[in-house]
């Protein structure tokens, strides 16, 4: 099982859904940099579950415990190793699953690779192990301080963001669905809650805009910046698609429609590249939406097999997100920042050769 993520900024994490703790280790993250806390504790509140009526019922505080890498505030330039606690479990939600494999879920696949699962929730697979790379990503922050990270809610079923949707970084989490505008945040969230009394789910989008970006980050051929991004990103639990820049509508368009060209001063009025050409970054802005699919663990009754090969009637039990794209949000920005340090990490290296 690979549980390691980056090149020099590298997070090793640990942990299951139900087990007493997750947790992980982020190594070469440099000395001297005084660590915000406060910032930490408050990305990690945006992910736990429990926070609105959009999200799980499950309440759990994310209260961080850092063992090591850090002294009176600052890095130490040793391996940061924190711990989360896991409180609010009930394991015994998940007993009548022990000899079924949810439909969606990793249930089937864990069992054909390692021949033993652990039912309580997913164990490993369980997107509870986000909450470690929300904490990563927040520390890796601290390394790009010139850097903003936007991402928000593009889509919830049919409901879309409107594209001149005008908003601040402080407007996203005005609101539950982390959709920035009021009507379409009002439609979503009515949406959500008509599918969750209904036992359903629905999925949607989560765009990023990052601004501040140097030019120069990545690294050609086989580790571009949008190649790791898409690596990333395509490791969030119930993820489906990466587009960057213009994504699936470049199909559609001309090369003269879809080449970023300057005007007389300079600007460039379109970003169809997304910020990046090569797989190196331009220095503009870099933007790219990622898609979830709808939440698999649904108390609507489905066909299922069991560990038997045979065919049952399932409606699973537990408390789950009716959609994952709000708690989405800042794991995707977290994921963001682990990639952008790391390939800032590589730049320094370069610099001094």
Request: aromatic fraction near 8%; proline fraction near 5%.
């Amino acid at each position: 099982m690979s549980n390691t993520f980056g090149r020099i900024l590298r997070l090793t994490t640990f942990g299951e859904s139900h087990g007493p703790a997750i947790g992980g280790v982020l190594d070469g993250f440099p000395a001297g940099v005084f660590i915000d806390f406060n910032r930490i504790r408050y990305q990690l509140s945006r992910r736990r579950p429990g926070q609105s009526a959009v999200t799980t019922a499950r309440n759990e505080v994310d209260e961080p415990e850092f063992l090591s890498g850090i002294f009176e505030g600052k890095s130490t330039g040793a391996p940061i190793a924190f711990l989360i606690r896991n409180a609010d479990k009930r394991s015994a939600d998940y007993e009548s699953l022990r000899q079924v494999f949810r439909p969606g879920h990793a249930d089937e696949t864990y069992t054909a690779k390692y021949g033993h699962r652990d039912h309580r929730g997913g164990g490993r697979s369980s997107a509870r192990e986000t909450a470690n790379w929300v904490l990563a990503g927040a520390l890796a922050a601290h390394l790009l301080p010139q850097v903003e990270v936007l991402a928000y809610t593009s889509q919830i079923g049919d409901v879309r963001l409107p594209e001149d949707a005008a908003f601040s970084p402080e407007d996203v989490d005005k609101y539950s669905t982390r959709m920035p505008h009021v009507a379409a945040s009002t439609s979503a969230e009515k949406l959500i809650t008509d599918l969750k009394e209904q036992g359903e789910s629905v999925g949607g989008k989560v765009a990023v805009r990052v601004t501040g970006l140097p030019a120069g980050l990545g690294e050609p051929i086989f580790d571009k910046l949008h190649a790791r991004l898409a690596h990333a990103m395509m490791t969030i639990n119930a993820t489906r698609a990466f587009e960057i820049g213009s994504g699936t509508r470049a199909a559609s368009m001309r090369g003269s429609e879809h080449n970023d060209m300057p005007d007389d001063n300079q600007t460039f009025a379109t970003n169809h590249s997304g910020g990046v050409l090569g797989g190196i970054s331009t220095g503009r802005e870099l933007t790219f939406e990622v898609t979830f699919k709808p939440t698999a663990s649904i108390a609507k009754e489905q066909k299922a097999l069991d560990t038997e090969g045979h065919v049952v009637d399932l409606a699973i039990p537990g408390r789950h997100d009716p959609c994952v794209v709000p708690r989405a949000v800042p794991v995707v920005e977290a994921l963001t920042w682990l990639v952008l340090a790391d390939f800032y990490l590589l730049n320094r290296i370069h610099t001094l050769y």
